[in-house]
């Protein structure tokens, strides 16, 4: 795959960050650890989702990226009318 959603260019400290924020969930600023966040509108990338993050307490902004990993509950109502 070669989309804007590849991380090869990050530096170690940068991805130390990507995977203390990844492992608690996106639940808190990468900076302050602030929990109070803004989410904003959601732009599609190949086969993921980039989501713009702003911390309301100190003002540093990111983007979350989620990629297609699966699906679940497929339900098949073509022969439902
Ligand atoms: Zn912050």
Redesign the pocket.
Known sequence: MSTAIQSAAMTEEQLSTSRCYVAAGGM???????E??SVGKALLVGVGTIWPNE??????TWHEVHKLDQIVDVTDKRGIS
């Open positions: 808190s600023c990468p900076v302050c650890d602030s109070h966040l911390c309301n307490t100190c003002g540093s």
